[in-house]
Nanobody, 123 residues
Framework: QLQLVESGGGLVQPGGSLRLSCVAS????????ITWFRQAPGKEREGVSC???????KYEDSVKGRFTISRDNAKNTVYLQMNNLKPEDTATYYC?????????????????WGKGTLVTVSS
């Protein structure tokens, strides 16, 4: 089993920054693509960004240029640096892992999920 724990959420003013971390335990992340999702109150969960085993990356259009995903396999950790945050970024952010043979990543087909961390962007 792979356990995922997110941290780094909190309250930030518009234009501010946060860095989310997703720490894995139980297994190495080497064989997993990692995806960050978010779910705002009353809305469906959406994929925000994902990173493949060797660093292939995707971003959802609304976060391109503001969010940066990265991974440190030595620390079994994936990060989501979020800059220029907007009120519409307010949501619970989840990381999820998908066993992957190649270097791709996706917004569906996750094998493991974390419990989420809340990000609130408000003045």
């Amino acid at each position: 089993q792979l356990q995922l724990v997110e941290s780094g959420g909190g309250l930030v003013q518009p234009g501010g920054s946060l860095r989310l971390s997703c720490v894995a335990s139980g297994r190495t992340l080497d064989y997993y693509a990692i995806t960050w999702f978010r779910q705002a109150p009353g809305k469906e969960r959406e994929g925000v960004s994902c990173i493949g085993r060797r660093g292939g990356i995707k971003y959802e259009d609304s976060v391109k240029g503001r969010f940066t995903i990265s991974r440190d396999n030595a620390k079994n950790t994936v990060y989501l640096q979020m800059n220029n945050l907007k009120p519409e970024d307010t949501a619970t952010y989840y990381c999820a892992a998908q066993f992957m043979v190649g270097d791709g990543c996706a917004y569906a087909g996750m094998n493991y999920w974390g419990k989420g961390t809340l990000v609130t962007v408000s003045s």
